[in-house]
């Protein structure tokens, strides 16, 4: 994924301006980060310090522990130089260390099991930074899973990437990836869209899906279940603990990967994949719609007369008469078959976004090149709305 893309975006960008303020606040930090957590996160904080110039930044891995290692030991080891490290390892001896001063430990890669040991090392690390020698003693930052802890110590801040992310960012996002390969057509436009519904909240999807061919984000399961499968997705993966479900614009959401598990989890996905279809082509149709009714309102006789069951209807605005409507009146007058043919397929795509249906790209094709060619027997937008409005 584009991570320098997605960290200038407002929510990442507020949650990395909260773990700056915290650390130039000399606070130590726990950061509940998921499996799925969008990429660069570190190399983000480690930008950030650089760019303020204030503090050195000492990353190291809980996956390059030894057997026997505690939290204690495995400091000592990866962030004092040899000559320094204490034969006796304790955190005071850590925190005292000159060469640590002005700096902030990062360690990242703690597993679940480890969480407990870690949370008792920062309790004790938190106490004992106030008694330092050093005039700005080593800040701790550590990064686990997003799991219940209890912390109750105000030198210790507690920052959840959970519910960070709206749906807002990964369309910013997605926008942006297309900008930057220069694309732009009503298919482009309904992939992103697609995109967004089943990303949710996780922007490495969105970077996976934005590779593919709209043939294939029409029907991504195939694709989807390659992607649960590089992030080791199963059934006994917790989706709460380990942040595969989440509260996404105020709505339960589960993570699209998550949902290829299960039987049940394609009709969901079909369902995310039709919303993004609505989201892309109504409003272009509704535009179309209104410019071809009022293109043609002399040809359109008003009122229209609809019967619903026993109620009857009339249609007396021109900007409410539907595309059947106007194909039924149109045919029987001189415009072209051109404008006549798509304004009769613009009347069965509706009517397939209305009743649940897929629309494939053939129709997605003859769509977009039919509308470029009726454009040009149309007066142009602008134009049409200063004729209307001068004849007030």
């Known amino acids: 994924m584009d991570t320098q893309l997605w960290w200038m975006l407002p929510n990442p960008r507020w949650f990395l301006d909260t773990i700056e303020k915290a650390i130039i606040d000399?606070?130590?930090?726990?950061?509940?980060?998921?499996?799925?957590?969008?990429?660069?996160?570190?190399?983000?904080?480690?930008?950030?310090?650089?760019e303020r110039g204030s503090f050195?930044?000492?990353?190291?891995?809980?996956?390059?522990?030894?057997?026997?290692?505690?939290?204690?030991?495995?400091?000592n080891r990866e962030v004092l130089r040899p000559s320094a490290r204490l034969t006796m390892p304790n955190p005071k001896g850590i925190l005292d260390s000159h060469d640590l001063q002005e700096s902030v430990i990062l360690v990242e890669g703690i597993n679940k099991?480890?969480?407990?040991?870690?949370?008792?090392?920062?309790?004790?690390?938190?106490?004992?930074?106030?008694?330092?020698?050093?005039?700005?003693?080593?800040?701790?930052?550590?990064?686990?899973?997003?799991?219940?802890?209890t912390i109750n110590d105000t030198r210790i801040k507690t920052i959840n990437w959970r519910g960070q992310t709206q749906s807002s960012d990964v369309s910013s996002y997605v926008t942006m990836i297309?900008?930057?390969?220069?694309?732009?057509?009503?298919?482009?436009?309904?992939k992103n869209s697609i995109i967004c519904q089943l990303s949710g909240y996780d922007p490495k999807l969105a970077s996976f899906l934005s590779q593919l061919e709209l043939e294939e984000l029409l029907h991504p399961e195939e694709a989807i279940e390659r992607f649960a499968s590089e992030q080791r997705l199963s059934r006994q993966t917790n989706i709460e603990s380990d942040g595969w479900f989440v509260k996404l614009d105020d709505e339960d959401f589960i993570h699209t990967a998550y949902l290829t598990l299960f039987?049940?989890?394609?009709?969901?996905?079909?369902?995310?994949?039709?919303?993004?279809?609505?989201?892309?082509?109504?409003?272009?149709?509704?535009?179309?719609?209104?410019?071809?009714?009022?293109?043609?309102?002399d040809l359109i006789k008003l009122p229209i007369d609809l019967m619903y069951g026993d109620e009857k209807i009339q249609i007396k605005d021109i900007e409410d008469v539907e595309f059947g409507h106007m194909w039924r009146q149109l045919r029987r007058t001189k415009?072209?078959?051109?404008?006549?043919?798509?304004?009769?397929?613009?009347?069965?795509?509706?009517?397939?976004?209305?009743?649940?249906?897929?629309?494939?790209?053939?129709?997605?094709?003859?769509?977009?090149?039919?509308?470029?060619?009726?454009?040009t027997e149309l007066p142009p937008e602008e134009t049409q709305f200063i004729l209307e409005d001068s004849k007030l």
């Open 26 to 50: 000399e606070t130590c930090l726990i950061i509940k980060w998921p499996n799925f957590g969008p990429d660069g996160l570190v190399n983000s904080i480690q930008n950030r310090l650089a």
């Open 56 to 75: 050195d930044l000492f990353r190291t891995s809980w996956t390059d522990r030894r057997p026997d290692d505690t939290p204690t030991s495995f400091l």
């Open 113 to 149: 099991h480890s969480v407990e040991a870690w949370q008792f090392f920062m309790k004790v690390y938190a106490t004992q930074r106030t008694k330092s020698r050093n005039n700005v003693p080593p800040i701790l930052c550590l990064i686990i899973p997003p799991q219940k802890i």
């Open 178 to 190: 297309s900008r930057s390969r220069g694309r732009s057509s009503v298919e482009e436009e309904l």
């Open 263 to 297: 039987d049940d989890g394609q009709r969901i996905i079909k369902k995310r994949v039709l919303k993004g279809q609505i989201i892309a082509l109504l409003p272009r149709l509704e535009d179309i719609r209104l410019r071809i009714a009022l293109a043609f309102k």
């Open 335 to 375: 415009v072209s078959p051109n404008v006549l043919n798509f304004v009769n397929d613009c009347r069965k795509l509706r009517n397939k976004l209305s009743h649940g249906e897929l629309i494939g790209t053939v129709d997605l094709e003859r769509f977009s090149a039919d509308w470029k060619s009726v454009r």
